[in-house]
């Protein structure tokens, strides 16, 4: 019942954003863009993002794709275009940096192997998840390493990703963002 609930809620929440940022259309947003930049569409693997375009468009699409989740059986679809707008922003962030787009998919294929690693461990009757930070054995303490290793691994690439200053000028991948 509470999901149902938590689900309502995030819908409200999701349409009362929307008329808000609709009704400010142009001074925040414009069509897909952030903050007055001319750049490509939210969705667009190609050209750069700056900092401020970055942090603007990771905030709002982990919130919208935490709401959708928290929708029961559907949510994790109908996060999904979210998700990819955060990999199109994230690749464009790389090419600010004159990086190649695919270097997010490192820390990304670090996170699912730390999540699956966990999820077989307690599948296979090894650990279980809510006892997993007692560190009483041996495959607690690796598995509680290898968490531990790749939230920080994760710290430091959103970090440089967020804090880094890109190309002045243009780089292969275009112009540099105005912003």
């Known amino acids: 019942m509470s999901a149902v609930i938590g689900g309502i809620w995030a819908v409200l929440l999701l349409v009362w954003l ?5 009704a400010r259309r ?32 990771t905030l709002w699409n982990a919130l919208v794709a935490a709401l959708l989740g928290l929708i029961p059986l559907v949510g994790g ?5 979210w998700l990819v707008a955060n990999w199109a922003v994230g690749a464009r962030r790389l090419h600010d940096l004159h990086r190649s ?23 296979l009757g090894f650990i279980r998840t809510k006892e997993l930070m007692a560190l009483d054995s041996p495959i607690k303490i690796a598995l509680a390493s290898i968490v ?28 540099a963002d105005p912003a």
């Open 26 to 57: 142009g001074k925040i947003f414009a069509r897909g863009k952030v903050a007055g930049h001319d750049g490509p569409s939210a969705r667009s693997f190609r050209g750069r993002a700056g900092r401020r375009e970055w942090w603007i468009a």
């Open 148 to 175: 531990a290793a790749v939230c920080l691994v994760l710290l430091v690439f959103y970090a440089w990703l967020g804090f880094a200053r890109g190309d002045k000028g243009p780089n292969h991948y275009g112009e």
């Open 101 to 123: 787009g695919w270097l997010q998919v490192v820390p990304t294929v670090l996170a699912m192997s730390a999540y699956i690693a966990v999820q077989v461990s307690e599948n």
């Open 18 to 22: 929307g008329r808000y940022l609709h």
């Open 77 to 81: 679809l109908l996060a999904f275009p």
